[in-house]
């Protein structure tokens, strides 16, 4: 319970809307608590021989309690549930921002369905919180201290009887409580994992039906789908007994009343008037005991809940800005590598871990550079360093003479366009996946971009060019179509350094040509970093670098390696003999 006091600013951002709907629930309240009093005054004139103009007057108060009383029922809810949603709507947002700052390792640790359920059910049982069960505990808080000193007014003895069953509701709520926490926080994890299954099968739609899988991932989904269904039952059990217990508890002090009271109005201490309004006082006072339940059902998932997103929102990035950073203008794109060391996550200082080792590399501003080496050389961890995607040890890379990690990420990430090994677009037009870097870009400067992604001929085909949606993940779209876009992306946003991470790999070699020739433009004047396990695509590189087991193992220009012996001409033998071949 105590997570909750972490929602304390978000509603005192909003306490003016919390005080004018906690005015409400009290209106509501107080004025309530009158129609026992009428109700008691009018049983006692009917023994004085009331006339009907009164009893008509009595109907008249009653009837305009119960408006008043609606009408601050409907300012409570309309200011209360509306304040909830906005404070679900700033959590909401914080949580996407906290996300979006995460590293690379984060997301490797968490899974996405079980982000998406924190987003979705964990940030709605908070939502409850924040408004129903805010606006229930205040009208529990107010209704029954003021039904209890009503009824202690009438009669002091037989109000010590009804609160004396209250301990045992305190105790019952305590133990029902922590049971309801427990198997709430069991099923919003089971939740998780169902969602992630159903993201994982979705995602994985077309090798499921390929490799006729179907009945496997039914099967799976339906075990945790019965896990989740198992777990809910056990939920639902320890709640629904909770509010039938209470209402027992509150029974016993009933009767208590009936039987009390009957007798002291019997013995004429007690008139029947007021014997009926304590009664109406204990109705009232019943509701109250009844909601302490729901309250504390609400308060402990939403403090379930709570937990879980906060544990996301207090997660400092592993990659951010140093207190120190500056803003430096003139960055020209000079990069330097002095005798860099990386490893993922491994710290015992075996250099056999390592993933690059003792690479030391300067390359002058407008320098194209390209990497190549067998599959887990280091490559795309090489371009990844750059951006800060993963983060280089301090005093190893440098941008025109400046620490990478001293600059601001968003100036070192503006400077920079990269297109990744695997590509990824968004479930919109190519227009928009295009200008996701630079929004403000011209039509002109959008199409010229994809032209030289050697685009040109797709367009003509997409049935709306530019602007045909692309599906989710661009489903739409062939491999090479996809990193085609993802160039376009790139180059529209006129980077000072450009990373291409095997970008051109899913297209055949007669367009690979045909773009690289395009993009000899484009180099011009940018610091190019391109990897490639294609010899055609480097050859014209002002340097290649060879990177055996992380480290530079050969580097130069074509011409000199192709001569030397080592993996660069391995791999430039093999390449040519399997050219041939595929002439024959």
């Not at 077309?206 to 099967?219: D, H, L, S």
């Not at 990373?499 to 190019?528: K, M, P």
Request: aromatic share 8%; proline share 3%.
């Amino acid at each position: 319970m105590r997570s909750l006091r972490y929602l304390l600013p978000y509603l005192a951002h909003y306490r003016w809307r919390l005080t004018l709907g906690l005015v409400c629930v009290l209106g509501m309240s107080v004025v309530g608590l009158f129609s026992p009093l009428v109700v008691g005054q009018a049983v006692d004139s009917l023994g004085d021989g009331v006339a009907k103009r009164e009893l008509a007057t009595y109907a008249g108060w009653i009837l305009a309690i119960a408006t008043v009383q609606g009408l601050f029922s409907f300012g409570q809810r309309r200011i209360l549930v509306a304040m909830s949603r906005q404070v679900e709507f700033d959590l909401r947002n914080r949580y996407l921002e906290s996300l979006e700052r995460q590293s690379q390792s984060f997301f490797q640790e968490q899974t996405t369905g079980d982000l998406m359920a924190r987003a979705t059910n964990d940030l709605e049982a908070v939502r409850m919180v924040c408004g129903p069960a805010v606006m229930y505990s205040a009208n529990t808080l107010f209704t029954g201290v003021g039904a209890i000193l009503l009824m202690a007014s009438i009669h002091g003895w037989l109000t010590l009887v009804v609160i004396s069953t209250l301990p045992l509701v305190a105790i019952v709520s305590r133990e029902f409580g922590q049971r309801i926490h427990g198997h709430f926080s069991l099923v919003q994890e089971q939740f998780a994992r169902l969602s992630t299954r159903a993201q994982e099968s979705f995602a994985g739609a077309r090798v499921v039906r390929a490799y006729a899988r179907e009945p496997f991932e039914e099967e799976a989904f339906r075990d945790l789908n019965r896990v989740y269904v198992e777990r809910n039952r056990r939920l639902i059990l320890w709640s629904s007994a909770f509010r039938p217990l209470l209402q027992t508890l509150i029974g016993f002090g009933f009767v208590g009343v009936l039987g009390a009271g009957g007798l002291l109005t019997y013995l004429g201490e007690m008139t029947v008037g007021d014997f009926v309004k304590f009664n109406l006082f204990l109705g009232k006072l019943a509701w109250p005991m009844i909601a302490i339940g729901w309250v504390i059902n609400l308060l402990q998932r939403g403090s379930a809940s709570l937990a879980r997103i906060q544990e996301v929102l207090d997660t400092e990035p592993a990659i951010r800005d140093a207190d120190d950073t500056s803003w430096v203008e003139g960055l020209r794109g000079d990069l330097e590598m002095r005798h860099l060391d990386f490893s993922y996550g491994d710290s015992s200082g075996d250099s056999s871990a390592l993933t690059l080792a003792d690479i030391h590399l300067t390359l002058p501003a407008g320098t194209t550079v390209a990497v190549v080496g067998r599959t887990g050389s280091g490559k795309s961890t090489l371009l990844s360093l750059i951006p800060r995607l993963v983060d280089p040890p301090a005093g190893s890379l440098f941008l025109d003479g400046h620490d990478v990690r001293a600059l601001p990420l968003a100036q070192l990430r503006g400077l920079i366009g990269m297109v990744p090994q695997e590509t990824f677009l968004f479930s919109a037009t190519v227009r928009e996946n295009i200008s996701l870097g630079r929004p403000d870009a011209s039509p002109e400067e959008l199409l010229g971009a994809a032209l030289v992604a050697g685009l040109d001929r797709d367009l003509e085909i997409l049935p709306q060019g530019l602007d045909t949606v692309v599906g989710e993940r661009g489903v739409t779209l062939s491999g090479g179509q996809k990193q085609r876009v993802a160039l376009a992306r790139a180059l529209v946003r006129e980077p000072t350094i450009l990373l291409l991470d095997d970008c051109l790999s899913a297209v055949d070699t007669e367009t690979e040509e045909r773009i690289l020739g395009n993009l000899r433009g484009s180099f011009a004047g940018r610091t190019v970093l391109l990897v490639s396990h294609r010899i055609s695509t480097v050859k014209n590189a002002d340097l290649i670098l060879v990177l055996e087991g992380g480290r530079i193992a050969q580097q130069g220009r074509h011409e000199d390696l192709v001569k030397t012996p080592g993996l660069y001409r391995d791999l430039h033998q093999r390449q040519q003999l399997e050219e041939q071949l595929a002439a024959v």
